[in-house]
């Protein structure tokens, strides 16, 4: 019995040195793992190429011929509200066109309020003033930047009479890192797009 008990024990002696050399011999490893961060496609864009759009409405501007521009009617015929849809960058440009029949303190003051809507959001919020005094164009063009659900806002006014405003919205989940690359091309086309923009 007691020879039986003495393999016993040796078993259990050897078992465990084995399992024990298992455990150092990885822990001695020089290999370190290290988690690799999360990828993303890459996107494959076309250069840049515009053309001028200029519909029978009271303002033209260059638009990217990848773009495709649909009238909004919002229940009243003939409007000159427009749907851009942004091709291949999976998104849509809401353009609204107003003639102004209040101050113009109040259809700017909307514009930024829909702007502050994604401060929760944002991580931070650019605005450059547009002044071009030679076609009557004034307005702000906002970049807002983190997983906000609309990262490009603008509007633009004579001052008198006309205001147009713009927002883009993305038909994905925001997520700023993902679509950065889309984020770059697109704002080239915004800021092409305020800067050829004009009355008629």
Known sequence: MKQ???IKSMKQTILGLLTLSGIISSCGSNEL???KPPTYLDVNLPEHSYINYSP???YSFD???IFKVKQVDYGKEGTCHRDIELGPLNGTLHFSYIEMDKPLAEY???S???????????TAIEDENIIRSKDKVYGTFFELQGDVASPFQFYLTDST???????????????YDSIKPTLDYLKVDLKRFVKTFKWK
């Open 4 to 6: 039986l008990l003495k």
């Open 33 to 35: 793992t290290i988690p």
């Open 56 to 58: 029978d409405c009271p």
């Open 63 to 65: 638009i990217p011929s």
């Open 108 to 110: 700017v003051n909307f």
């Open 112 to 122: 930024i309020s829909k702007v502050d809507d994604h401060k929760i959001k944002a």
């Open 161 to 175: 009479s006309r205001f147009v405003s713009g927002v883009v919205y993305f038909n994905t989940r925001p997520n």
